[in-house]
């Protein structure tokens, strides 16, 4: 898939959950709803590393002067190496923890619509 492709599929994802959303009027259903809202910040978090995968060049990030990365190193709890103040990791493992965050959101959110 190309950068541009997932870019589309992201953003046709935020629409339909904000129909969703909108639509949603249980309490589950609203917890439904939020589960694939929560997927899809992680699906958005993803496209940020890409795109700064690209932007920089190289598969090597930085949380220095970044707070959306530090925010997500710590959310999704990438693997990398702490020098000083420095967190630094492989953008490419963490867009995997970050679909595997993402996965795990819809896991919930199928398991909710079965009844679970």
């Known amino acids: 898939m190309t950068l541009e492709k997932y870019r589309q ?10 129909l969703a959303r909108d639509r949603a009027s249980s309490a589950t259903e609203k917890q439904f ?3 694939h809202a929560a997927a ?6 993803c496209l940020a590393l890409w795109q700064k995968k690209i932007d920089q060049g ?13 925010r997500m190193a ?11 103040d ?8 963490a867009m995997q923890k970050g679909w595997r965050a993402a996965e795990g959101k819809l896991d919930a959110a199928d398991t909710l619509y079965r009844g679970g």
């Open 9 to 18: 599929q992201v953003a046709a994802y935020a629409a339909e959950v904000s």
């Open 40 to 45: 899809l910040d992680a699906y958005r978090d």
């Open 33 to 35: 709803v939020g589960l």
């Open 86 to 93: 420095s967190f630094t990791f492989s953008i490419d493992k």
């Open 58 to 70: 190289r598969d090597i990030a930085t949380t220095v002067g970044d707070p959306d990365l530090k």
């Open 74 to 84: 710590d959310e999704y709890g990438f693997d990398g190496s702490v020098i000083g």
